[in-house]
Each structure stands twice: as C-alpha cells, then as structure tokens.
C-alpha cells in the first residue's frame, strides 16, 4: 500500500489548486527536522488510543456525524461497516449525518450506501441526513457545519475510526464545530496499513496548518 497514490491530490484538502502550500508545507517538513510532523503523528496516536467508543450525553439535540469512506464498487468496506454499526450502539434515537460524495468510480455516494446500510438495519429514515456533495474531510466538516447551523445544535458527536479522529477533529474545531469523538473501534488494533494511515493522517495536518500559516504570511506582505 502506497502511502501516496495517484488520487492523492484529489483527495487532500487543498486540491491542485494548492499546489504552492505543498511545496511550502514539505520545506517546513525538511527545514524542521520533520518535528511537527512527528508531534502531530503522536497527536494523532493519542487521540486513536484514548478515543470512546460510547457518549452518554448524546440525545435528541446532539446528532451523530458519521464520516464516510471510499466504496468498493458501490459497496461499504468492513472499515465504513464498523462505523455505521457503532452509531446504532449509542444511547436514544439521534439524528445521524451521514457525509460523503461520489468517489472514484463508483455511482453510488458515500452517504447514500451509509443509509441504505442502516435501512436495512432499522434504523428509521427520518433519523438520516445526507449530505453528498463533499470529495474530502474539510468539505466534510464544512457542509457539517451549515446543517448544524440550521438545527440550532451546539454540538455533535463524530464516529470514525480511531487513526481518523484526531484530524477529523482539527477540522470540525476550523469549521466551528464543537465535536465529541466516539470511536467506531473498540480498541487500536496496530499493523502496518493503520500505522501508514496514521502517516498519512499526521502528513495532511501538517499541511493543513502549513497553508494556515502560509496565509498568514502572505496576507502580512500584501
């Protein structure tokens, strides 16, 4: 497994667009040794370890975000599985916001196939929201954001897998979310693909606050 493939650029927050954070982000990378990037690896190694797996306070006003994840031929992975079926262990009947566009080459979106799942499992569609617009984790947390807003909620609880939730969180904290991390795992299970996505994910979010501070800088030499 390839810790970059050749969606990388389409799946990233940035896009192509960003061409120049990337740069920018990479010489950080080789100008600081790669410590921001190891701290933000143990960020993430944390968050995975001492992450939830139930929430007591979720109820009515606080709904559920699930985040998606890439289909197989217009199919969940076992990882989305795990997801979906942690949001129907948790207490009372939360409204679940289900995120994720059309990826790949599949017809099928990320939300759709997550609520055709929980359908099937009885769980009631009045209880679903989709929102099938967004490619990435930022767009995720950023449409997330406009449908908290319509319902008046102050927070949200948000169901990933474990290596996920520390930059899931990062990026509901920049949208304004208040967000409450439940895990879709009971436990970290390490092996080498979870220890590349914990790269990957650390990689990202050191790009992500590269561009930040790349903004700063530019809008202080306008």
């Known amino acids: 497994m390839s810790l970059f493939n050749k969606n990388f650029f389409k799946d990233s927050a940035f896009g192509w667009d960003g061409l120049s954070t990337f740069v920018f982000s990479n010489s950080l990378l080789l100008l600081s040794l790669g410590l921001g990037f190891f701290y933000l690896l143990t960020k993430v190694l944390?968050?995975?370890?001492r992450a939830k797996t139930q929430v007591a306070?979720?109820?009515?006003?606080?709904?559920?975000?699930?985040?998606?994840?890439?289909?197989?031929?217009?199919?969940?992975?076992?990882?989305?599985?795990?997801?979906?079926?942690?949001?129907?262990?948790?207490?009372?009947?939360?409204?679940?916001?289900?995120?994720?566009?059309?990826?790949?080459?599949?017809?099928?979106?990320?939300?759709?196939?997550?609520?055709?799942?929980?359908?099937?499992?009885?769980v009631e569609s009045d209880r679903i929201i989709k929102e099938q617009q967004s490619r990435h984790t930022l767009e995720n947390m950023q449409y997330a954001s406009a449908l908290l807003r319509q319902r008046h909620s102050e927070a949200i609880a948000v169901i990933s897998s474990r290596y996920h939730l520390y930059?899931?969180?990062?990026?509901?904290?920049?949208?304004?979310?208040?967000?409450?991390p439940v895990a879709a795992e009971?436990?970290?299970?390490?092996?080498?693909?979870?220890?590349?996505?914990?790269?990957?994910?650390?990689y990202y979010l050191h790009w992500f606050f590269s561009a930040k501070l790349w903004v700063w800088i530019s809008n202080i030499m306008l």
């Open 186 to 202: 009971s436990c970290l299970r390490v092996n080498g693909i979870i220890v590349m996505r914990m790269i990957k994910e650390a």
């Open 167 to 180: 930059r899931l969180l990062i990026l509901a904290r920049s949208a304004g979310i208040k967000a409450i």
């Open 46 to 49: 944390w968050r995975a370890l």
């Open 57 to 122: 306070y979720v109820n009515q006003q606080y709904p559920v975000l699930v985040a998606g994840l890439r289909l197989h031929n217009n199919r969940i992975s076992p990882e989305f599985k795990q997801r979906l079926d942690r949001v129907k262990q948790l207490p009372g009947r939360p409204v679940i916001i289900l995120l994720g566009g059309i990826t790949a080459n599949n017809t099928v979106s990320e939300a759709q196939a997550g609520e055709q799942y929980l359908l099937m499992q009885g």
